[in-house]
């Protein structure tokens, strides 16, 4: 079936360095690929998102792009600092019908 | 606009009770999801709605039960709680598709189960 593999598990980073987190997805026909951040006891809540007919996107320190090719997006974080740190998920579409798939997570921890 | 609500927020109940999640959103959204997270597992998709009427299964359908009765409601039943059933379970809204493509999803703030 369709799924979703997220790296890393989990990532630590010192407080001003980039943080750059990957994703691949097996369903060609994927077209939306949101990314999610849930920090500890609350929801997940949308940071950025691309579609298929985009390469790139950014939004002040967040960038996502996407290889359609090669089937993988990856999420960039510039600058980080520590209420950058939660988990991250990624996700993708799943051609054809109204599911999303997400990935496992990615800890990220901005070490200050 | 108080976007997806679910209750309750904490439940604990024993091996072989039922009972029902309830979600609820005022955004006129027409899709609607259940998930469960798991350490490691991220989110897993139990079942899903796409309308009033219509539902569907997802990754981990068994053990679950959902129905659709009006486009606000989506609530998700267990039938006979088991202890792999114990997770924190988040219900999800979203717009249907627009042009070029499919729509961010609004979460609940979640409900943590415990079997015991």
């Known amino acids: 079936g369709e799924n979703v593999e997220q790296h890393p598990s989990t990532l630590s980073v010192q407080e001003g360095d980039s943080a750059v987190i990957k994703c691949t997805y097996s369903?060609?026909?994927?077209?939306?690929f949101p990314w999610y951040k849930q920090e500890l006891g609350k929801r997940p809540q949308l940071i950025i998102d691309?579609?298929?007919?985009?390469g790139e996107k950014k939004d002040q320190r967040i960038a996502v792009t996407l290889n359609k090719t090669a089937k993988h997006f990856s999420l960039h974080i510039t600058e980080t600092q520590p209420e950058d740190s939660a988990v991250y998920f990624c996700?993708?579409?799943?051609?054809?019908?109204?599911?999303?798939?997400f990935g496992t997570g990615t800890r990220l921890k901005v070490l200050a | 606009n108080a976007g997806v609500t679910q209750t309750p927020k904490f439940q604990v109940l024993k091996t072989g009770q039922s009972m029902t999640l309830q979600c609820a959103q005022d955004?006129?959204?027409?899709?609607m999801s259940w998930y469960r997270q798991d350490p490691g597992m991220g989110l897993r998709l139990i079942h899903y709605?796409?309308?009033?009427?219509?539902?569907d299964q997802g990754e981990v359908p068994n053990g679950y039960n959902v129905s659709r009765s009006t486009t606000e409601d989506f609530p998700l039943r267990l039938l006979s709680a088991a202890p792999s059933q114990t997770s924190v379970y988040f219900c999800?809204?979203?717009?249907?598709?627009?042009?070029?493509?499919?729509?961010?999803?609004?979460f609940g703030q979640g409900t943590r189960l415990t079997v015991v």
């Open positions: 999800a809204s979203r717009d249907g598709d627009v042009p070029f493509g499919n729509t961010e999803a609004f």
């Open positions: 369903d060609s026909a994927s077209n939306y």
């Open positions: 691309i579609r298929s007919n985009v």
């Open positions: 996700a993708a579409s799943i051609g054809g019908t109204y599911k999303y798939i």
């Open positions: 955004m006129n959204h027409e899709y």
């Open positions: 709605s796409v309308g009033a009427g219509i539902t």
